[in-house]
């Protein structure tokens, strides 16, 4: 058995399931902090170059670029600078 849906109930019901699709994967993407150039954290970062904070500190002593906050105690890693100092590698 077919459903046939009028041609204007198909386009609203195709609307409406794009816009919740893209409000999720908005929402994804805030969550995941994949709009933000920044990480914060030796932990973020090695999640999200996917390696071991073994390789991560290795890659620090190396020069990868990173932006302390000694007062706070914290530390930030530029997407940017980080894709560019491997891709030099």
């Known amino acids: 058995m077919q ?39 030796k932990k973020q970062a090695c999640k999200w170059l996917n390696v071991s904070p073994q390789s991560l500190n290795k890659l620090m002593t190396r020069g990868l670029p990173v932006h302390y906050l000694d007062d706070m105690g914290i530390c930030f890693f530029n997407k940017r600078e980080v894709t560019k100092y491997l891709l030099e590698q």
């Open 3 to 41: 459903v046939q849906l009028p041609k204007e109930q198909e386009q609203a019901l195709y609307k409406h399931v794009s816009d919740v699709l893209s409000k999720a994967v908005d929402n994804v993407e805030q969550k995941a902090n994949l709009n933000t150039p920044w990480i914060k954290g």
